[in-house]
């Protein structure tokens, strides 16, 4: 088993920046991505970032290109998401979540460990 858990969330004014971090713990040499997804109340949760455990591979919603950036410390079995120009749609409360190695599909979908969420607020 692995567990995950958040830390960073907050409540920032729109055009500001938060940092969210997500510590692993347990059998994390199982662990190939990471991720980070978002529910916003009403909504579905939603992809937003992950890496691969090189840190070398990334992806991306679109609608965080170019804003977000996902990285990883394997020594300190963390993965970070540095949020830049942060809008009120981007309100919700953002779970950290982890892939298997032996774990088949894209780095979008199929994550096998869940983190309990942090809650990111935007204010206008």
């Known amino acids: 088993q692995v567990q995950l858990v958040e830390s960073g969330g907050g409540l920032v004014q729109a055009g500001g920046s938060l940092r969210l971090s997500c510590a692993a713990s347990g059998r994390t040499f199982s662990i190939d991505a990471m991720g980070w997804f978002r529910q916003a109340p009403g909504k579905e949760r939603e992809f937003v970032a992950a890496?691969?455990?090189?840190?070398?591979?990334?992806y991306y919603a679109d609608s965080v290109k170019g804003r977000f950036t996902i990285s990883r410390d394997n020594a300190k079995n963390t993965v970070y998401l540095q949020m830049n120009s942060l809008k009120p749609e981007d309100t919700a409360v953002y779970y950290c979540?982890?892939?298997?190695?032996?774990?088949?599909?894209?780095?979008?979908?199929?994550?096998?460990?869940w983190g309990q969420g942090t809650q990111v607020t935007v204010s206008s």
């Open positions: 890496i691969r455990r090189s840190g070398i591979s990334t």
């Open positions: 979540a982890a892939k298997r190695l032996t774990s088949t599909g894209s780095y979008y979908t199929g994550y096998d460990y």
